[in-house]
């Protein structure tokens, strides 16, 4: 049974740092693809940063390119969302995902975490 539980979500000042964190298990981590995504009420799920399974390449929404960093430990099958420069507009519940991908993604996702709540104060 594949799982993704995210943590390190919470309350930050604009111009915070916070750092998400996504353990992985159930799958075989070092084949799939991790991608991170937000969803505010009323919108639709945005892709927010992926990597891919060997970790030399990542892919980012512009919003977020210079401040946010997407990486991954393969030993602790667990991949990470540092978020630097907060905004009050990056306000949203963050989720994980995974897909069995050689590439990074931004569509077409097979597994997902419950989601972790980060609020950006202004």
């Known amino acids: 049974q594949v799982k993704l539980v995210e943590s390190g979500g919470g309350l930050v000042q604009a111009g915070g740092s916070l750092r998400l964190s996504c353990a992985a298990s159930?799958?075989?981590?070092?084949?799939?693809?991790m991608g991170w995504f937000r969803q505010t009420p009323g919108k639709e799920r945005e892709f927010v940063a992926a990597i891919r399974p060997d970790g030399g390449r990542t892919n980012y929404v512009d919003s977020v390119k210079d401040r946010f960093t997407i990486s991954r430990d393969i030993v602790q099958n667990t991949v990470y969302l540092q978020m630097n420069s907060l905004k009050p507009a990056d306000t949203a519940v963050y989720y994980c995902?995974?897909?069995?991908?050689?590439?990074?993604?931004?569509?077409?996702?097979?597994?997902w975490g419950q989601g972790t709540q980060v609020t950006v104060s202004s």
């Open positions: 995902a995974a897909q069995y991908s050689l590439g990074v993604p931004r569509t077409g996702y097979t597994y």
């Open positions: 159930g799958l075989t981590f070092s084949r799939v693809a």
